[in-house]
């Protein structure tokens, strides 16, 4: 009886973690999207923190997100080292140097608000100027057609042939949803 007990609490506990996470990954999406429009909320992280929660809790949201029409591309791009598109950064720095000098210049009166704003905007132009730039005609041998297993590991990075180390790469917990045995349609990556 006691034992009957344990595992039906810590399917409840799974049961409820894998809610928080889809919730969290749901949520860190909208985020993301917001973020696009709104240059000081940072989109990349957010992705990848939807992509973590999502590949920990829910398969179908985590082929959701990495073979959408927007999102995907660039986070596949971005986790395999691949880097950020040239037309992309320069969209990025700009939007959030406009965004941040109206703000500075017509929305936050305090010296130090306007500080804060310029050292935001210097470290984000920093890390997108470090970040490798991404140019098309370095694809590597990226397949056309199904997409390997989830978790499988078999998708190769532009470079050193073999998946980077990271959570996005490990199976969701055995609770989730049952595996596709094919998919329907082809993925390009």
């Known amino acids: 009886m006691k034992q009957d007990r344990k595992s039906s609490a810590r399917s409840a506990t799974k049961g409820c973690a894998r809610t928080f996470l889809i919730a969290g990954g749901s949520l860190s999406v909208g985020l993301a ?71 500075a210049a017509f ?32 694809k590597a041998a990226i397949p056309d057609g199904p997409c390997p297993p989830f978790g499988s590991g078999d998708h190769a990075p532009a470079e050193e042939g073999g998946a980077p180390a990271g959570p996005w790469n490990s199976p969701p917990e055995e609770d989730s949803e049952p595996p596709r045995a094919e998919r329907s349609e082809g993925c390009r990556r």
């Open 107 to 138: 929305v936050v009166p305090p010296l130090w608000g306007k500080i804060l704003l310029a050292a935001i905007a210097a470290a984000v132009t920093w890390h997108l100027v470090t970040v490798r730039t991404y140019r098309p005609d370095q």
């Open 33 to 103: 999207v917001i973020g696009i429009f709104i240059p000081v909320l940072p989109t990349t992280p957010f992705l990848l923190l939807a992509a973590f929660c999502f590949a920990r809790s829910s398969r179908r949201c985590y082929d959701w997100l990495m073979h959408n029409r927007w999102f995907g591309p660039y986070l596949r791009n971005y986790r395999e080292g691949r880097g950020i598109p040239l037309r992309q950064k320069i969209l990025a720095i700009t939007l959030l140097w406009l965004a941040i000098g109206y703000a």
